[in-house]
């Protein structure tokens, strides 16, 4: 488990088991209530913006692992910084948010993965 703020919330990041993020996901109905465990699916990463917590499949090679925190520090971030409704981003805001994000992001994803 590891711990980190992002705009002064508190978020925790937690490697896991397929299996587990699996049973998680259908705890929490995320797919309309289909039960995914019988599914072909495979989470990488799940972030869960509203309780501050992503969750990583603790099964992958490292250099996979810290590309899927990146991807899910991005949500992180989108949720804490921009917003949730729904919006089409045209290329200018990708590259805003690319560019201002990536300092925030990447500290994170460096400190998690020195420990």
């Known amino acids: 488990m590891f711990k980190f703020k992002i ?3 508190d978020w925790t990041i937690i490697e896991e088991t397929q ?3 699996k049973t998680i996901q259908n705890k929490r109905k995320a797919n ?3 039960n995914i465990k019988s599914l ?6 799940i972030t869960y913006c ?3 917590t992503i969750y990583i499949d603790q099964d992958l090679s490292q250099c996979v692992k810290k590309s899927t925190l990146i991807h ?3 949500h992180c971030y989108i949720d804490n910084y921009i917003t949730h ?3 089409t981003y045209n290329e200018e805001d990708v590259a805003d948010i690319v560019s201002n ?4 992001i990447h500290e994170i994803a460096d400190k998690y993965f020195e420990k």
């Open 40 to 45: 072909d699916t495979r989470y990488y990463g």
């Open 101 to 104: 994000s990536y300092d925030i």
């Open 32 to 34: 309309d209530s289909e």
């Open 85 to 87: 409704t729904d919006k």
């Open 72 to 74: 899910e520090l991005t």
């Open 7 to 9: 705009n002064n919330r």
């Open 50 to 52: 509203d309780i501050c």
């Open 19 to 21: 299996e587990q993020i």
